[in-house]
């Protein structure tokens, strides 16, 4: 058995304190860069959240305006007026592309699709999220999408 010397006890304790501070250390160091990374995360993706909102809300008040412009053209609502089906649909395709909208729809107060931008295959799909406009007096309802 060969005896230690104090000097080597010494250092021997030195070095594994040395190792358990740098080991602590580095792991204190990575748990709080994992959390710090998760912190900029969540933040970022609230931020995009938060744009993404405001576009969809100015989009939506945008598609409002101009189905509101849309419902109150005299020209428009002879045509309902009537049924002229052509007039209205080119109506609602010229107002459609003014505003960049992928689809226009004018539905009765009764949920019948009078005339729309889409085929005719496609009837039997509830708009009822996607009221932008009502006009109370003549009873016409206008989607954009």
């Keep these: 058995m060969i005896q230690s010397s104090l000097k080597t006890q010494i250092i021997s304790l030195c070095v594994i304190l ?16 994992s959390y710090f990374n998760d912190d900029v995360i969540n933040e970022k993706i609230e931020n995009a959240e938060n744009v993404l909102k405001e576009y969809l809300y100015a989009k939506e008040e945008l ?17 309902v007026a009537t049924k002229d089906s052509e007039t209205i649909k080119s109506v609602l395709v010229n107002h459609g592309s003014r505003i960049n909208s992928d689809i226009m729809v004018l539905i009765s107060r009764s949920g019948e699709i009078i005339s729309s931008t889409i085929s005719s295959n496609n009837d039997n799909i509830d708009f009822s999220r996607n009221i932008i406009s009502s006009d109370q007096q003549n009873e016409i309802t206008v989607f954009g999408f």
């Design 63 to 79: 598609l409002r305006t101009a189905a509101i412009v849309l419902t109150s053209d005299f020209g428009f609502k002879q045509a």
């Design 18 to 33: 040395v190792c358990l501070t740098s080991f602590s250390l580095i792991s204190i160091f990575w748990w709080n860069i």
